[in-house]
């Protein structure tokens, strides 16, 4: 029987952080005035006292500063990110050395920690990060729209670490500071919200990121135009939703449109425009374009490599990525590999247990109970299982669901079908509770819990189980669906059972 263990892998969907824009409050944030890329705990501290400005700069050295910086921009820009740092850092070296605080200060710091986060420094840009919301907040107040902009990049930073209550703490505080100064109808605010469903997607809350982006992305095409950056970003994450939820015809044309966005803007060869191609791949990986997807992964491997080098984390989920496509066409020899490599690399940026890890373990397991080495699977599905639950602090997440599957197929493939059965259940109760009764991945569960009672002999509940799952996938994919012609063939080999055990009681 061929079965389909549909939601058994998981792909990492590279989102985008949309950055309000930083109000024009000195010559050098008129020269870098953006809209920065995506990449809560208050961090200002009480009471807020001006800055004694003891040590001022004198006007050659603020040259030399204001140069310095201004060229580290240009090779931030131009991918050359180790430069950047260096003369960054030899900008920030003069203030430290000659000024107690200015704006100007701020922004080298800014613009630094900015730099950080893309090189995957977390640490440093998080110091950074704070010292610049701290001396903004007693140089201009603690609610001036500049600090929005800085508290959305380090949210964007524990975001990417996967502290989300941390994020939405600061995403929150950012909106309310974007409302107050620029009413609800801006763009600073459109990213916000864009922001904050970002976390609600990341928790698996669709219902609750749905419509945040879709009010985003209306706020800035009205504000912005349809062919703006800040748009690019929210079309990326409202696709992402719905790649998510299996909805490619959605997703497809959202990211489309905003791969059109990021090259035209950015270039063909640019990190941004690598996250798109990732994403759009696994758009095309959901579809059964196997080969369109593959193409798409290489060229994003490629860009990532040579924009970000080798070592980076944003590497992750491309190496994942492109194992689960080898995976899928029984490449094992091209994907093993490639999922340790994105362990390792996700090991050591963030050490073992983190987030970033469990993807790639649950989809390794994967790979080990295809080939029939359960052992090392079970071990890999429930650290996975742990991480997540760990992470989440509550059961109730599709990922979790999608752990119990794993399981389950697996007691199944080692003959425990009773241990089998209750893995099966506790996923469709998850599914269920987050998804309703009649979304596509209730019909996942429901396939593989009919062919579990069909190994069992029990073709009547068998049969019960496969008659829903074909119905959901008839309601949600009337155009036809890979998973829907699964499903269907499965139930035809269990009509021809049922019909060869009748004949035989006869």
């Known amino acids: 029987m061929k079965y389909k263990l549909l939601l058994s892998t998981l792909a990492i969907v590279a989102f985008t952080s949309v950055l309000a824009e930083e109000a024009s409050t000195t010559a050098l944030e008129e020269a870098n005035n953006k809209t920065n890329k995506p990449l809560k705990e208050t961090h200002i501290k009480e009471p807020i006292k001006p800055i004694k400005v003891e040590k001022k700069l004198d006007e050659g050295q603020k040259t030399v500063a204001t140069y310095l910086y201004q060229e580290g921009i240009k090779e931030r820009e131009h991918g050359s990110n180790n430069k950047a740092a260096i003369l960054l850092n030899k900008a920030l070296d003069i203030y430290k050395n000659n000024s107690n605080g200015s704006l100007e200060y701020a922004d080298v710091m800014y613009e630094l920690a900015y730099l950080y986060t893309e090189m995957g420094n977390f640490d440093e840009a998080e110091k950074l990060y704070d010292q610049v919301i701290d001396m903004k907040s007693q140089l201009l107040g603690a609610n001036h729209p500049s600090i929005a902009t800085v508290l959305d990049n380090l949210a964007s930073l524990y975001e990417r670490k996967s502290e989300f209550d941390k994020a939405d703490i600061l995403y929150q505080r950012a909106l309310k500071i974007n409302m107050q100064a620029t009413g609800e109808s801006s763009p600073a605010v459109a990213n916000s919200l864009s922001n904050i469903a970002n976390i609600d997607l990341a928790r698996g809350d669709y219902e609750a990121a749905e419509p945040l982006y879709q009010r985003a992305l209306t706020l800035m095409e009205k504000t912005l135009g349809k062919k703006n950056l800040a748009v690019a970003d929210t079309l990326n994450n409202l696709a992402s939703l719905y790649l998510k939820k299996e909805e490619y015809n959605k997703a497809k044309p959202l990211f489309e449109r905003s791969l059109t966005i990021v090259e035209d803007k950015l270039g063909r060869f640019h990190p941004e425009t690598s996250i798109r191609l990732n994403n759009l791949a696994e758009v095309y990986r959901g579809m ?6 593959e193409e798409l992964y290489q060229r994003d491997l490629f860009i990532t490599e040579k924009t970000l080098g080798k070592g980076h984390p944003s590497i992750v989920k491309t190496l994942n990525n492109l194992a689960e496509l080898y995976r899928k066409t029984n490449d094992i020899d091209k994907a093993e590999p490639l ?85 099966f259940l506790k996923a469709l109760a998850i599914k ?40 959901i996938l008839n309601a949600n994919y009337p155009d036809g669906n890979p998973n829907l012609d699964i499903v269907k063939e499965n139930y035809a080999d269990l009509k021809v059972k049922m019909k060869l055990k009748s004949s035989e009681s006869q």
């Open 432 to 471: 269920e509770k987050l998804d309703g009764l009649n979304a596509p991945s209730i019909a996942i569960t429901e396939n593989n819990l009919a062919s579990l009672y069909e190994d069992k002999g029990d073709f009547k509940t068998a049969e019960k189980h496969y008659k829903r799952a074909i119905r």
């Open 288 to 293: 059964g374009k196997l080969n369109e997807a």
């Open 339 to 423: 999922y340790l490599r994105a362990l390792r690399t996700a090991e050591a940026k963030f050490g073992q247990g983190h987030i970033s890890s469990a993807p790639i373990l649950n989809n390794l397991g994967e790979l080990y109970r295809e080939t029939g080495r359960y052992d090392l699977a079970e071990k890999l599905y429930k650290q996975s299982l742990t991480i997540l639950q760990t992470t989440f602090g509550f059961e109730e997440h599709p990922d979790i669901a999608i752990r119990y599957n794993n399981l389950a197929e697996l007691y199944r493939a080692k003959g425990d079908t009773d241990k089998a059965e209750r893995y």
